[in-house]
């Protein structure tokens, strides 16, 4: 059972002190009221925000000087007995007052600039601390101090790391090189940060469990996936005791960042929490309001994938929470309310990992997405793929394929691991130059991929000419690559699926055919796509190419590589359109189907918009199951449908998917 409840709002209340009236309107009454009214079960509230003031009487920090209440201890006796489980926030690297008044606390680059996230000190926005300065105490002495004064049962801390460039004073490069590290070089900073970053988590951590062994602890602003699972969040997970993707569409994050990062942090043995806003665009966005439709696809896809549900909300400076968005927060949690028991205790069945292209055995990755994993993510999507991301650390043997996208790198190791997974039957689809060693210059992998590297391509864009056991549903003609891809050097006897088509000449400014690229000349023999056994390799970066103009015939491609390898996926035929999300999950011995069907359009120059529901009708679903099920019905409606079971798929068909639907095959997972 959850120890989450499902229906959450995350309170923020970043407050300027040049606003007077702090907290003058709040009651209580009716602070729970509207709470209840958006059928909200758990709040995180406020103890400091981004401003560095509090919001109760403290002894430690600074009340914000136009408060006259102890407006958390209010907020937390409501809740209290109103049932409402209740949390209490707090930040690291934000707080100005302190930026303001201790300069020692500052964080200081390399360049001798201080750490901000605007270019000059005239632009508003805020300033970076350094956790790994004397200001650690003062922040640990306030979060003690909240637990003394209040019960509360979570401190959720915010933007726990360091922002922009890492830190680099003198002493800091000093004890840099004391410890064994080069100062000078960037890489060996941004580990050094990350070092800091998680001394100062086990010391906060230690000094919370030291008063409560049991308070739930969560640290903001750290989530990532990472090639290399050293540098990544699993080390830290002795200080979490879950994980909350925080992950707004309105704003930075967009639409790809939830479903990817969910799907890497499955493997993770911890509860999820998805965390969503009520807000137009993001934070900080007081007259901005959620569509419903957005609203329900952001908190129906959490569900989708075994996570309980928070919505962020911004409550105004006089304390009072805004109805008309508890109105839209409670439509979406009521439906939400009704689904739970379908959720929890649910798990992922995935058949396929996909070995994340963020970062590099000992290089941190981007906190931008990098494409190859946005292009395996709306391919396999799109494909009703069950799949998970992983990293060179994982497990393999949970899945019947592994898929290493364009350029993603492994280690000895990892290659090692795989080269047994494939041994014991497992498939393997190699793209690009991925598992490429630049010791030697050749795929780690080369003797089970059954090709060597030869070099980068000839020509680029050059085209795809597919044999006809790699064509199912492409249309005969000779499709373009754009993106330069590899030579493969074939042993004998490996099977050939797609030649390269090769155009008269790359274009240059002394050549140049029309206004894009240059026309086919004749197929070569030089093979791009092959396979070996249970292993494919695809000499062509497809993901990214997916990811950057999403050719169909790339996905398709794909498509047919994973049926050869994949011949019996979890969601076998359907008559969905490619717009169609589906998720199975096992729950005891019934299987779960999530359907869902929201479409967002860039409407914003740079924003993305679902503002209606799609409705599909008659959906045929064909799912994958050991046994017979007693009963197909839909959920929370309870209504029975028709269904058969043969050639181990159970085939029915969904009157109407009104943007959600949850469908129970119970007993199918059964023996």
Same mark, same amino acid.
């Given at each position: ?103 020692? @606390? ?19 926005? @805020? ?50 090189? !004391? ?128 996570? /309980? ?66 292009? /395996? ?36 190791? /990892? ?62 003609? !000779? ?29 240059? @400014? ?132 028709? !269904? ?28």
């Amino acid at each position: 059972m959850s120890s989450l409840p499902f229906r959450q709002v995350h309170l923020d209340f970043h407050t300027s002190p040049a606003i007077p009236g702090v907290g003058e309107d709040f009651n209580a009454d009716e602070f729970i009221r509207t709470l209840q009214l958006g059928h909200v079960n758990s709040v995180t509230v406020f103890a400091k925000c981004h401003h560095g003031y509090s919001y109760y009487p403290t002894k430690i920090g600074t009340v914000h000087p136009s408060l006259k209440r102890d407006l958390l201890g209010e907020m937390v006796s409501a809740c209290h007995e109103a049932g409402i489980r209740v949390c209490a926030y707090t930040t690291v690297t934000w707080d100005e007052l302190a930026w303001e008044t201790h300069p020692e @606390w500052r964080q200081v680059k390399p360049d001798g600039n201080v750490g901000r996230r605007n270019s000059t000190m005239l632009q508003p926005g @805020w300033k970076n601390l350094d956790m790994s300065s004397s200001y650690a105490d003062y922040v640990i002495a306030q979060i003690e101090e909240v637990m003394d004064m209040y019960d509360v049962a979570e401190i959720f801390i915010d933007i726990v790391r360091f922002i922009g460039d890492p830190p680099g004073d003198l002493p800091q490069l000093r004890q840099m090189k !004391a410890e064994g590290r080069d100062p000078e070089d960037p890489q060996q900073r941004i580990l050094y940060a990350l070092d800091l970053e998680r001394r100062f988590m086990d010391r906060c951590t230690g000094a919370i469990r030291a008063k409560d062994p049991q308070m739930g602890i969560f640290y903001n602003s750290r989530l990532k996936m990472e090639n290399d699972p050293a540098l990544g969040n699993r080390p830290e997970m002795n200080n979490f005791t879950h994980l909350e993707i925080e992950s707004l569409p309105g704003g930075f994050w967009g639409y790809d960042h939830f479903p990817m990062y969910v799907r890497y942090y499955q493997t993770f043995d911890t509860e999820l929490l998805a965390m969503t806003g009520r807000f137009h665009t993001m934070w900080g966005d007081f007259g901005g309001l959620r569509n419903r439709a957005a609203l329900e696809f952001e908190c129906f896809q959490g569900l989708a994938h075994g996570a /309980t549900i928070s919505i962020g909300d911004q409550l105004h400076p006089r304390g009072r929470l805004d109805k008309a968005v508890y109105q839209r927060i409670g439509e979406v949690f009521e439906a939400v309310e009704q689904r739970e028991q379908w959720v929890e205790g649910s798990v992922p069945l995935p058949e396929i990992g996909v070995l994340t292209a963020n970062g590099a055995p000992g290089i941190r990755g981007d906190s931008d997405i990098p494409a190859q994993d946005v292009g /395996t993510l709306h391919v396999l999507e799109q494909l009703k793929q069950q799949f998970s991301y992983v990293d060179n650390g994982s497990d393999f043997s949970p899945y019947s394929v592994v898929v290493l996208p364009d350029s993603t790198v492994i280690t000895p190791e /990892t290659a090692d691991r795989l080269r047994a997974f494939v041994q014991a039957g497992g498939g393997l689809i190699v793209c690009g130059n991925a598992g490429l060693d630049a010791a030697t210059g050749d795929y780690l992998l080369a003797d089970v991929m059954g090709a060597s590297y030869d070099g980068p391509a000839e020509f680029a864009p050059d085209y795809l000419m597919l044999s006809d056991d790699i064509s199912a549903n492409i249309e005969p003609m !000779a499709h373009s690559c754009e993106l330069q891809g590899v030579r493969l050097n074939v042993q004998d006897g490996v099977e050939v699926l797609a030649y390269s088509g090769k155009p008269y000449f790359n274009r240059t @400014w002394e050549h140049f055919c029309s206004h894009q690229y240059t026309p086919l000349d004749s197929q070569t023999d030089e093979p791009i796509i092959v396979q070996k056994g249970r292993v494919i390799t695809i000499a062509r970066p497809l993901f990214t190419e997916y990811a950057q103009s999403a050719r169909r015939v790339h996905k398709q491609v794909i498509a047919n590589c994973l049926s050869r390898l994949l011949p019996e996926p979890v969601v076998g035929a359907n008559n969905l359109p490619s717009t169609g999300i589906v998720t199975v999950r096992q729950q005891g011995d019934d299987l779960i189907v999530h359907v869902l069907h929201y479409v967002h359009q860039r409407r914003g120059k740079t924003l993305d918009i679902i503002e209606d529901i799609l409705p599909l009708h008659n959906v045929e679903l064909s799912i994958r199951a050991t046994s017979q099920p007693a009963s197909v019905e839909l959920v929370p409606e309870h209504e029975t449908l028709t !269904a058969d079971y043969a050639d181990g798929y159970v085939h029915f068909t969904v009157p109407v998917v009104n943007g959600y639907q949850i469908i129970r095959l119970a007993g199918a997972a059964g023996n």
